[in-house]
């Protein structure tokens, strides 16, 4: 084997790798990779229908990628939807997910506490559920996260920063501060002006319209 067929196995490989990702930016992109690895060989070896597909393939995956990475902090892309604690969707969700749940958040239990605590946040993208942000009072006026996850295909994005940037969800039932799950795996609060605190992340809020009548 040489090393022109080297190249053109290699690109051959990052296309089928790229298919077996759960992450949507992580295939786009590891697909855009072999698709360019692969124009260079094709064109080596004079192959131009195998040039053109890849082009087109490429083209795709650059405005795919472009519209993703664009959008990814967009709030008009991701909503936040308050749902029942008791949902029953929200209860299929959880556990659908309670594998890798249990992976990015070890020790998490739900509910906590009584009903009138607890808060339930989905995050979706059109009717996709990407997100899940559960949290409950804690003292002084503390909303303590119990889980922030992030499905598998939206792992390269941060959902859950749309609940958190929009502190009126918290300041309205009178919390002055959000504070994360200890031990979380791969976190990225401090991105959002979380600062550390032990294992975990805190975030001092604005003062809301219940703070201001206390």
């Given at each position: 084997?040489?090393?022109?067929e080297?190249?053109?196995w290699?690109g051959?490989?990052l296309l089928v790798?790229?298919?077996?990702?759960?992450?949507i930016?992580r295939?786009r992109a590891l697909?855009?990779?072999?698709c360019?690895i692969?124009?260079?060989y094709?064109?080596?070896?004079?192959v131009?229908p195998?040039?053109?597909l890849?082009?087109?393939?490429?083209?795709i995956?650059?405005?795919?990628?472009?519209?993703?990475?664009?959008?990814r902090h967009?709030?008009?892309?991701y909503?936040v939807?308050e749902?029942?604690?008791?949902?029953?969707?929200?209860a299929?969700t959880?556990?659908v997910?309670?594998a890798?749940i249990?992976?990015?958040?070890?020790?998490?239990r739900?509910?906590?506490g009584?009903?009138?605590e607890?808060?339930?946040f989905?995050v979706?993208r059109?009717?996709e559920v990407v997100?899940?942000?559960?949290s409950?009072?804690?003292?002084?006026?503390?909303a303590q996260v119990?889980?922030?996850y992030?499905?598998?295909?939206?792992r390269d994005?941060t959902p859950?920063?749309?609940?958190?940037?929009?502190?009126?969800l918290f300041?309205?039932r009178g919390?002055r501060?959000v504070?994360?799950?200890p031990?979380?795996?791969?976190p990225?609060y401090h991105r959002?002006?979380?600062?550390?605190e032990g294992r975990?992340?805190?975030?001092?809020?604005p003062?809301?319209?219940?703070a201001?009548?206390?």
């Amino acid at each position: 084997m040489n090393w022109l067929e080297l190249i053109g196995w290699t690109g051959s490989a990052l296309l089928v790798w790229s298919l077996l990702q759960t992450r949507i930016l992580r295939l786009r992109a590891l697909n855009l990779v072999g698709c360019l690895i692969l124009i260079g060989y094709n064109a080596a070896v004079q192959v131009w229908p195998m040039v053109g597909l890849n082009v087109v393939l490429a083209v795709i995956n650059v405005w795919y990628l472009r519209t993703m990475l664009a959008t990814r902090h967009d709030e008009a892309t991701y909503q936040v939807v308050e749902v029942g604690v008791d949902d029953q969707f929200l209860a299929h969700t959880l556990r659908v997910h309670a594998a890798d749940i249990a992976r990015f958040n070890p020790g998490f239990r739900w509910p906590p506490g009584t009903v009138a605590e607890r808060t339930a946040f989905l995050v979706v993208r059109a009717d996709e559920v990407v997100g899940v942000v559960l949290s409950h009072a804690a003292a002084d006026g503390v909303a303590q996260v119990d889980l922030d996850y992030v499905t598998r295909r939206f792992r390269d994005f941060t959902p859950g920063e749309f609940v958190y940037r929009r502190s009126s969800l918290f300041t309205d039932r009178g919390f002055r501060r959000v504070v994360t799950p200890p031990g979380m795996v791969a976190p990225y609060y401090h991105r959002l002006g979380f600062r550390p605190e032990g294992r975990s992340y805190a975030l001092d809020l604005p003062a809301g319209p219940a703070a201001a009548r206390t």
